[in-house]
């Protein structure tokens, strides 16, 4: 049903670009032609990795084979590469660093191709001190912690935010309050409180421009009950033949990450999301991908491994650097080894 929905939908788009613009449309007249080939042979499940560091050992990978009549797609400034992973037709998407470029780019590939489901993954940040570097985890949610309501000084808790009243901006969700990060907290700071807000959500199938609001954005329950058995798989654990993790890595799926465009390198502001709001991975992608395939009502799941502190301190933080490759083909095995679950399943 949803095939012949999208068949018409290209040849609406197409009869528009067509009358409407005498011929000229955003996308081409061929490539609309080679996106309708593709999705014939669809559906796919869409993989969205945010940069060519974590992406590259996945096109590396043996189970990865491009189809080679189309090994890809360009559009709009990003490739969109048709494939089969474990015997799953395939469409790998690279982002581009944080949530614009996350959002933009699973939206296409959720308008344009015809897309089962979106498997993310990546490495992260680790705010959760039982976890280690190396460790890969599969939160249940996820959230967008960078949209803010940021309070005036002199007011608090109790006073009402601009806007609130309109529904526009909420203190459901909770605050940072700066001068507990002073030194001496006994000290005002005026920067005084930032409040975290829900995400504005327009839903397929609702009536537009009637807003929904989410916070904690949940995975798709199927994708995260099979995700359960990937707990106990092995792992990677060393660079090479003299330099190993201390102790060998884990897949976990855990409650909660976070998402926002910071690069957090801050012990303080790790240990605030962690006691506020439980988090393990901190990244700069994941809410994004999750909150588009939220509103576009697609399954998502996310695969992050663990690269760094996300600036806590550690005996092996300081060679964060030296584990990202590992952490990164250690997310590809996970994603892998996800997909062959999901064929079996
Ligand atoms: C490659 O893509 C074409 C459509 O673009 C499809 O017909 C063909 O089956 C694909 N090949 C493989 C091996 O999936
Ligand atoms: C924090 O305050 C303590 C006690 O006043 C002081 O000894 C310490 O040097 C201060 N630390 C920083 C980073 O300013
Ligand atoms: C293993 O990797 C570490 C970190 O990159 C490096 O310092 C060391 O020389 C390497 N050892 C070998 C045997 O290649």
């Not at 590259?56 to 090994?71: D, G, H, M, V, Y």
Request: charged content about 15%; glycine content about 6%.
């Amino acid at each position: 049903m949803r095939f012949f929905l999208m068949i018409f939908a290209w040849f609406v788009v197409g009869w528009l670009c067509l009358f409407v613009n005498r011929g000229e449309c955003m996308i081409p007249k061929t490539l609309l032609k080679d996106i309708d080939s593709v999705n014939k042979v669809g559906p796919y499940i869409g993989v969205v990795v945010p940069n060519a560091f974590e992406m590259n050992p996945l096109l590396q990978s043996s189970s990865f084979i491009a189809n080679q009549t189309r090994p890809y797609l360009d559009i709009f400034g990003r490739r969109f590469r048709i494939g089969i992973l474990e015997n799953q037709r395939v469409i790998i998407v690279m982002t581009g660093l944080s949530m614009l470029n996350a959002g933009v780019t699973t939206q296409l590939l959720l308008s344009l191709f015809n897309v089962k489901g979106v498997l993310h993954f990546g490495i992260a940040g680790n705010a959760n001190t039982e976890f280690e570097i190396g460790d890969v985890v599969i939160p249940e949610f996820w959230a967008h912690t960078g949209l803010w309501s940021w309070q005036r000084y002199g007011q608090g808790p109790e006073s009402e935010l601009p806007l609130e009243s309109n529904g526009d901006y909420t203190r459901d969700v909770g605050y940072l309050k700066f001068s507990d990060y002073n030194n001496d907290t006994t000290i005002d700071n005026l920067l005084n409180n930032v409040w975290y807000q829900p995400e504005e959500v327009f839903p397929i199938n609702t009536t537009p421009e009637t807003r929904q609001h989410v916070f904690w954005v949940p995975v798709d329950k199927r994708y995260f009950t099979l995700a359960k058995k990937l707990e106990g798989m092995e792992l990677e654990e060393c660079i090479n033949a003299t330099t190993c993790l201390p102790k060998s890595p884990k897949v976990a799926r855990v409650e909660r990450g976070v998402s926002a465009n910071m690069f957090i390198d801050n012990g303080a502001y790790r240990t605030f999301l962690s006691s506020k709001f439980n988090v393990t991975p901190i990244d700069m992608e994941s809410a994004a991908v999750a909150l588009i395939c939220y509103q576009q009502k697609t399954p998502f799941i996310a695969i992050r491994a663990l690269s760094d502190l996300a600036g806590g301190g550690s005996s092996i933080s300081n060679e964060a650097s030296n584990f990202a490759p590992l952490a990164a083909q250690n997310a590809v095995a996970t994603l892998i080894k996800f997909v062959q679950l999901l064929q079996s399943s």
